[in-house]
Structure formats: structure tokens, C-alpha cells
């Protein structure tokens, strides 16, 4: 089983709001976009990880539903600042007790990342039978989207912190395969006025995600 998460659980606000409801010229909201094409993938159960007491505004109507219907799982985190490992572990038990096989990890805060993207990471994973994880890289450094084998997030629950969760992707005991991008722009973040005026772009090419 392919499981996904999607992180959801921060609550930066650089451009003066909380970008997660920050409407998109395509009519749906920033937040919407990346969960959207994690939807598209093909995972058989997703986790959505928010932070605790978000109203979720920022879902569209679609993905309501599909969290009405039990395609995906919101699983409130009140412990968002203590980093990704935290956010690992509830996102996996929230999709107990099928215990994937793998986890796609996307994060709220990528939303360049594309369907075609995506596709290419799970392609990746799935032509390298044994191997630890899939991620995405530009140069030396590497991004989520990522695939994590089943102990590859199995380790990374004996992490506490963002930092110590993200080394896993250097240790030397886990094989890898990297989807190297010759830019780094699709695996970018939203953090000033400048990257929203980037996303605006990126909403008016791929349209209405749902």
C-alpha cells in the first residue's frame, strides 16, 4: 500500500496571513493545491496533517468530500513545532491498522510541485525494488516530495526534531534514488510577495485544482 501525507501543519504567516488560505487567481486557495495533485497520485490513503483547531478553510469542495468518504484523514497536530518526525509518526498511526508499504510525503507549503512530478518520483521508487527512499534534488540538495520505505519512516520515529528527522536522507545505510530537477523552482516554498506573485503564475497555467 502507497499512503500519503500531506503536511499541513505550519502556521507562517510572511505575507501577512496565513498563506494556507491565500486565495489563487484559479479560485482555490494555496493550501488546496498541493493536496490536490497528492489526490491525482494515486496513493490508496492519504493523511493530511493540520494544525490543531485549523477551521480548514482552505479545503475545496472536493476535498471535503474526500474526506467525508475517508479518502483522506485529517489528523489534527498539536505539537507542530517539535518538527516532521512528530508529524510522521501521527500521520502513519492515523492509517492503522493498514500499515503502508511506503509513504509520499508533500508538503502544504510546494505548491509548484505538478502531477508529472509526482509521477516521476513513484516511477523512480518503483524501478529500484529494496530501496530506502526517492526524493527529489536539485545540485546537493534534496527536497521532499519524497517516498519513504516502510523503514525509512520507521527510523525516523526515533527522531524528535525537523532537523535530525531531514539527516536520514544522508545516512549512509539507506539507498536512494534521486528525481534531479535542473531547477529547483518546482520544489520552491511560498515564504514573501514575490513567491505568492510566483504561485498566482503557476495557478493561471494549471488551472482549478479540486
Known amino acids: 500500500m502507497l499512503a500519503g501525507?500531506?503536511?499541513?501543519?505550519?502556521?507562517?504567516?510572511?505575507?501577512?496571513?496565513?498563506?494556507?488560505?491565500?486565495?489563487?487567481?484559479?479560485?482555490?486557495?494555496?493550501?488546496?493545491?498541493?493536496?490536490?495533485?497528492?489526490?491525482?497520485?494515486?496513493?490508496?490513503?492519504?493523511?493530511?496533517?493540520?494544525?490543531?483547531?485549523?477551521?480548514?478553510?482552505?479545503?475545496?469542495?472536493?476535498?471535503?468530500?474526500?474526506?467525508?468518504?475517508?479518502?483522506?484523514?485529517?489528523?489534527?497536530?498539536?505539537?507542530?513545532?517539535t518538527g516532521l518526525s512528530r508529524i510522521v509518526k501521527r500521520g502513519v498511526r492515523a492509517l492503522l491498522p493498514d500499515v503502508p508499504d511506503a509513504l509520499l510525503i508533500v508538503s502544504a507549503d510546494q505548491p509548484f510541485i505538478t502531477p508529472a512530478l509526482l509521477g516521476q518520483l513513484r516511477a523512480a521508487f518503483a524501478a529500484n525494488p529494496g530501496i530506502d527512499y526517492s526524493v527529489c534534488g536539485c545540485g546537493d540538495t534534496l527536497w521532499t516530495p519524497a517516498i519513504l520505505s516502510a523503514p525509512m519512516f520507521t527510523a525516523m520515529f526515533r527522531f524528535e526534531g525537523e532537523i535530525e528527522a531531514k539527516r536520514l536522507f544522508h545516512y549512509p545505510q539507506f539507498q536512494r534514488t534521486v528525481v534531479r530537477l535542473p531547477t529547483a523552482a518546482p520544489l520552491a516554498g511560498v515564504e514573501t510577495e514575490e513567491d505568492m506573485l510566483a504561485a498566482d503564475r503557476h495557478s493561471e497555467t494549471y488551472g482549478k485544482i479540486v
Not at 12 to 31: Q, V
Not at 62 to 75: D, F, H, P, S
Request: charged fraction near 20%.
Open 5 to 81: 501525507l500531506y503536511v499541513a501543519a505550519g502556521e507562517s504567516k510572511p505575507i501577512g496571513e496565513r498563506k494556507m488560505d491565500r486565495k489563487l487567481p484559479s479560485g482555490a486557495s494555496l493550501g488546496s493545491v498541493g493536496l490536490g495533485v497528492l489526490l491525482a497520485s494515486g496513493c490508496d490513503r492519504i493523511a493530511v496533517a493540520v494544525r490543531f483547531g485549523d477551521p480548514l478553510h482552505w479545503l475545496t469542495e472536493g476535498q471535503r468530500l474526500a474526506a467525508i468518504t475517508g479518502k483522506i484523514n485529517i489528523v489534527p497536530c498539536p505539537d507542530t513545532a
